[in-house]
């Protein structure tokens, strides 16, 4: 039988909610910092060793449903060639941005062989899960064609946002040709062995629908449909995204990512029918005292099991730098608990031979 998380990215029946974090690989760790503290971050996701190490750390510290892959959303562009690094509290800084046809001309294409590393490290990782499944992911052609046009990170996305309005068939060409690098990357995560995949569009939110939908819908899309054959659970989010949560849940993820400044409620309104949600607790939340924080999490716990869909529990953004790493492990725990107190119950009042509410939806692939 499939893993729960992969049951409940897929709408299917679970007898609890399944949870994993975003950015739960590193960052609050104080076996993370001692392990990255003489290995660069570009470095560190492109050495095997370091790579399974890193993604296996919460794991055990936390007991989570799944692991992410320890990576970076601009590895693939490295691997393609690109001069790219990140800089300790700027972030990806690009040599050579791309803001012509020419700049686009001189882009590498991303060839799977240049990624062998990236399949030695999935495939280290897989073997040491066994059943808990490996999440792979790529960041999507929008938020990594911002730092390619911007040279780094922004603000405002100002040169990112002129190009999209003024020269609409660059901008296009750009995140096509970002789109089935995204795609090969996954792709690699896949065929060696992880188990669902996440696409992370985390600059969306500072689009319009309007523009997101003319502009970067159908290139999210694609990535989606590339990858379609491997019939595994996808995911999609992106950071203050509750306007975009029609059009991007039309990107073809069989889950759609919420932050925490949506209402689990609002976005079943807003999402495909069947499709299950993910989120959403304020990463700032885990900061707050225990008495507090359990009755936050038991909340969302029973708004996910309210939706038609499945729900797989995580934050609505990434775990913080600062976070106390004992505190996700309780979380997980209470998570278990709660769900299944409430599944148990569900099932016990609910008529003979029918499906207790929030035990499962409808299957989501599309």
């Known amino acids: 039988m499939a893993s729960t998380l992969v049951r409940a990215a ?139 046009i911007e040279g780094g990170p922004s603000r405002n996305h100002e040169k990112t946002k002129a190009m999209m309005l003024g020269d609409p068939g660059l901008f296009s060409a750009i995140l096509a040709e970002l789109g089935r690098m995204s795609a090969t990357f996954i792709d690699v995560q ?21 523009d997101y939908r003319a502009s970067v819908l159908p290139h999210s899309q694609a990535v989606f449909a590339a990858l379609g054959h491997h019939e595994v659970p996808s995911f999609h989010f992106g950071v203050q995204t509750g306007e975009l949560l029609a059009p991007m ?19 079943t309104a807003r999402v495909q029918p069947g499709q299950a949600l993910q989120g959403n607790l304020d990463p700032a939340m885990l900061f707050a005292p225990w008495e507090v924080l359990r009755p936050r999490v038991e909340q969302i716990v029973r708004a996910g099991l309210d939706h038609p869909g499945g729900h797989v529990f995580n934050l609505g953004h990434g775990v913080l730098p600062a976070t106390d790493p004992a505190v996700p492990g309780l979380v997980v725990e209470e998570v278990h608990r709660v769900s299944r107190e409430i599944l148990a119950e569900r099932a016990a009042q609910a008529p ?7 035990a499962a939806g409808t299957d989501a692939r599309r």
């Open 10 to 148: 897929l709408s299917q029946p679970v007898d609890h909610t399944p949870v994993w974090f975003m950015r739960q690989a590193g960052r609050s760790l104080p076996e993370y910092r001692e392990l990255r503290k003489d290995n660069a971050m570009l470095e560190a996701c492109r050495t095997p060793d370091l790579v399974t190490e890193i993604t296996l750390q919460p794991v055990r510290r936390h007991g989570v449903d799944a692991a992410i892959f320890f990576s970076d959303i601009v590895v693939p562009l490295q691997a393609a060639g690109v001069d790219v690094v990140i800089e300790p509290g700027v972030g990806p800084v690009i040599a050579h941005p791309v803001r012509t046809r020419a700049d686009l001309d001189r882009l590498p294409e991303l060839e799977p062989e240049a990624l062998a590393d990236i399949a030695e490290s999935v495939t280290r990782i897989v073997a040491e899960l066994g059943e808990t499944p490996l999440i792979g992911f790529a960041g999507a052609p929008f938020t990594v064609a911002s730092y390619l």
């Open 249 to 267: 849940s039309e990107a073809g993820s069989t889950v759609m990512g919420v932050d925490f400044r949506v209402d689990l409620a609002d976005a």
């Open 190 to 210: 896949l065929s060696a062995g992880a188990r669902a995949f996440q696409l992370f569009d985390s600059w969306a939110g500072y689009l319009s629908p309007q």
């Open 352 to 358: 003979s031979g029918e499906q207790a509410p929030g």
